[in-house]
C-alpha cells in the first residue's frame, strides 16, 4: 500500500533530526509516488540560527496541479494541524493527480509561544505578502510567500477563532470568483461570508496573482475538536475530487445541509468596559432589534445592552467576560438576500436548495 504512515514511537527528535533541511520548495527535484517531510528556513533568529516551518509534500504518480493547504499562521489556532495529518493518512498516491503541499505550522515561533503573533508581535496574516527587507515578521512573511506558496494553484488556509472567542466553522471567499466560490461551497462549512481578497491576508495575496484560495475558520482555538477536524477533512476531499485530483470514489458525499451565505460580516464592539455575557449561540439567526449581548459593572449591575443592529447570523462571539471598551462582543454575518443568493448559485453553478452542488467534477465532464 502506497499510504502516508506515521513511524514508530521514538524519542521525539529521532523522528525529525533526519528530515531534509533545503531553503525553498522545489517540487520538482522531489520524487514522485511519494511523500517529503521537509524543513524550509524562513528566517535566522537572534543568534543566528534558522527559523524552519515543517512542510510534507505529497506528490502523485500523475501529473496535476499542486494544492496547497497552510495551517497555523496564527501560533495558537491549532485545528488546521490534525485536519492536515488525516488527510494525508488518508491519501494514495498511486491515483493521485498533481500534488499536496501542506505548510503545517506556517508560524512556528508563534506556535512554540502558544500565541497568535509573530516573535516581534506582528500578525502574519496583516501584513502579506511581507517585504525582502524590513522587520523580521515582514521577511518571515515574504520568505513564506516566496519560498513555499507562490507555487500553488490552489489555497486552503485554516484558522479558528481568536484566543478569548469561539468562532462557527465558517469560510471566507471571494464569491465573484466562480472556482473560489465551489471551493467554498464544497467545503460545506455552516457559513460562507464574501470577502474580496485585497487585505494583506495570505488568502488575499494568493488571489490577487489569481490563484483560488479560501480561508477556513474551523472553530475555536488552542484546541483539537475531533467533529470540525472530521468536517473540513471530508470538505477538502470534496474540493480535491473537484479540481480532478482524487478520483470520485474517494470523494466524501454531501450530507450536511447547504451553508448560509452572508455578503459581509462585522463585529459588533463594547461602547462601555464591563463584564459581558453574549446571547446568540454559534450561527444562529436573530432578528433586528433582538438582544444579543449584556454587559455588566464589577457589582453586577446592569449598565449596557446590545441590541442587533440588523438581521443576521453569529459567526463567532466573544467567550472571556472581560471586555474593555472596544472588545469585540458578536461577529455579525449579514445575509444574502434571495436576489444575490441567485446570483452565487449563477456564479457557482451550486444549488442552494438542495444538499449537493450541481457543479459537474473534471472526471464526470470528460
Request: aromatic share 6%; charged share 20%; proline share 7%.
Amino acid at each position: 500500500m502506497n499510504e502516508f504512515i506515521e513511524p514508530p514511537v521514538t524519542n521525539g527528535y529521532e523522528n525529525v533530526k533526519n528530515v531534509k533541511r533545503v531553503d525553498s520548495l522545489e517540487i520538482e527535484s522531489l520524487p514522485a509516488g511519494a511523500f517529503s517531510r521537509l524543513f524550509i528556513e524562513i528566517v535566522e533568529n537572534g543568534i543566528g540560527r534558522p527559523i524552519q516551518v515543517p512542510v510534507v509534500v505529497a506528490r502523485g504518480k500523475k501529473e496535476g496541479p499542486i494544492f496547497g493547504i497552510t495551517a497555523a499562521l496564527h501560533g495558537n489556532e491549532l485545528n488546521g494541524i490534525p485536519v492536515i495529518h488525516k488527510l494525508l493518512q488518508r491519501l494514495n498516491l498511486k491515483t493521485l493527480r498533481g500534488t499536496i503541499v501542506c505548510l503545517i505550522a506556517a508560524n512556528i515561533p508563534g506556535l512554540l509561544a502558544e500565541r497568535r503573533e509573530f516573535i516581534d508581535g506582528q500578525d502574519l496574516n496583516h501584513i502579506m505578502p511581507g517585504k525582502p527587507n524590513g522587520k523580521i515578521s515582514e521577511v518571515y512573511a515574504f520568505n513564506l510567500v516566496d519560498r513555499i506558496t507562490q507555487h500553488f494553484d490552489f489555497l486552503v488556509d485554516l484558522h479558528t477563532a481568536s484566543e478569548g472567542r469561539v468562532n462557527s466553522l465558517y469560510v471566507r471567499a471571494d464569491l465573484q470568483r466562480e472556482m473560489t466560490a465551489q471551493m467554498a461551497y464544497l467545503l460545506r462549512p455552516q457559513i460562507i461570508v464574501h470577502n474580496p481578497p485585497s487585505d494583506y491576508t495570505l488568502r488575499g495575496t494568493a488571489a490577487e496573482t489569481g490563484t483560488p484560495a479560501i480561508t477556513v475558520e474551523i472553530c475555536d482555538p488552542q484546541r483539537f475538536q475531533h467533529d470540525p477536524i472530521a468536517r473540513t477533512v471530508k470538505g477538502i476531499r470534496r474540493i480535491l475530487n473537484h479540481v480532478g485530483m482524487i478520483p470520485t470514489k474517494s470523494a466524501v458525499p454531501v450530507v450536511t445541509k447547504p451553508p448560509t451565505l452572508c455578503k459581509k460580516s462585522y463585529w459588533i464592539l463594547a461602547e462601555r468596559g464591563g463584564m459581558m455575557r453574549c446571547v446568540p449561540k454559534i450561527a444562529e439567526r436573530f432578528k433586528t432589534g433582538q438582544l444579543i449581548a449584556t454587559q455588566v459593572n464589577i457589582f453586577g449591575d446592569t449598565i449596557k445592552e446590545y441590541l442587533a443592529p440588523e438581521d443576521g447570523i453569529a459567526i463567532g462571539h466573544c467567550v472571556n467576560p472581560i471586555g474593555q471598551m472596544g472588545a469585540r462582543i458578536l461577529h455579525l454575518g449579514v445575509l444574502m438576500d434571495d436576489a444575490e443568493r441567485s446570483k452565487f448559485e449563477q456564479i457557482s453553478g451550486c444549488s442552494l436548495d438542495g444538499t449537493f452542488c450541481k457543479v459537474l467534477t473534471p472526471e464526470q465532464n470528460s
